[in-house]
């Protein structure tokens, strides 16, 4: 990370649009895809509505559980990536994807940033609540691995995802 920028996680507002959507077109430029981010193109504020009502636990999609989104803003504009805080576990998210989620824009990583979005939302989880939070990744993805080892995660298992089949390596970080 460049000396001297100043980080911070931030909710989503619509000051950021179009730092935030500039963030999303890069991402599908680099065949990313990610969930929500068709609707932030299509419709920023009804995005924007319905990450304030899933905070609250309302409307939410089939299977899914109340959540806060954030984002990781470099000199208060520039979004460099995005994580959600999840309430609780489903027995779907046990397996794969956990309590935290968490991404960084193509063009930022290996910068550090995946480890400081991760450091940056666990006293939010801490603060909510948490005692512990499970976060995963795919087990061959080395980089991730290395963020929530480095966030004090310690691998406790691992499990095949529902979607990809791939293996996911399952990972707890205690926060007390």
């Not at 290996?110 to 939010?124: H, M, N």
Request: proline letters at 4%; glycine letters at 10%.
């Amino acid at each position: 990370m460049p000396v001297g920028e100043r980080l911070q996680l931030i909710e989503p507002s619509e000051a950021l649009k179009d730092f935030y959507l500039e963030m999303v077109e890069e991402c599908r430029e680099a065949f990313e895809f990610y969930a929500f981010h068709d609707r932030a193109l299509n419709d920023y504020r009804g995005y924007l509505t319905d990450l304030q009502a899933w905070k609250r636990g309302e409307r939410l999609p089939p299977g899914f559980v109340a959540m806060t989104s954030y984002w990781l803003v470099r000199n208060g504009e520039r979004v460099l990536g995005e994580t959600r805080l999840r309430s609780r576990l489903t027995p779907a998210l046990e397996v794969e994807g956990g309590h935290i989620g968490y991404m960084i824009r193509p063009s930022e990583r290996r910068k550090g940033y995946g480890t400081q979005i991760l450091a940056l939302v666990l006293p939010q989880a801490r603060w909510a609540g948490h005692r512990r939070v499970l976060v995963t990744c795919d087990t061959d993805n080395i980089g991730s691995a290395r963020i929530i080892e480095k966030n004090g995660g310690v691998l406790n298992s691992y499990s095949v995802s529902l979607y990809s089949g791939k293996q996911v390596s399952r990972y707890w970080i205690e926060l007390e």
